[in-house]
């Protein structure tokens, strides 16, 4: 059984500018296709190990009556320019430990940027408890368009 997405987009821009989106805690809410993103506290990310906080509402995706929680975004691995992934911790425990992350590579006249969700970390009991994945394809396909906009957008103010 497949436990990993992955689905990439050319976007026109230097990985550079795709990576401080992508380190920045606020920029994970700007890009965020899900709707369960609502803000996020915390420093821009340089290594891994590094955290922030993001305040989320599980009632965008209608599947679980989680309403508003906290989570903590932990950075599982940091490559500036080239790649970042991510797990969240918030109250459950066992962790559920699904990771979330963007490979980025040189292109013509820009970067590819891939976009990736692994459950294969799981554990049986978080298997039997929720539905495989939380993130549908179809999140991760739009949240790159977003991700092209707000490093349009970034660049221009």
Known sequence: MNERLEV?????APAGSVFAVLADPQGHVDIDASGMLMDAEGERVTQAGDRFVVHMDREALGDRPLGKYDVEVVITKLVPDEEIA???????RPHVRHIYGYRLEPAEGGTLVTSYYDWSELSDEWKARLTFP???ESALKATLGILERTVRRRASV
């Open 86 to 92: 991510w797990t969240v911790e918030g109250s459950f």
């Open 8 to 12: 990439s987009r050319f976007l026109p």
């Open 134 to 136: 939380v993130v549908p």
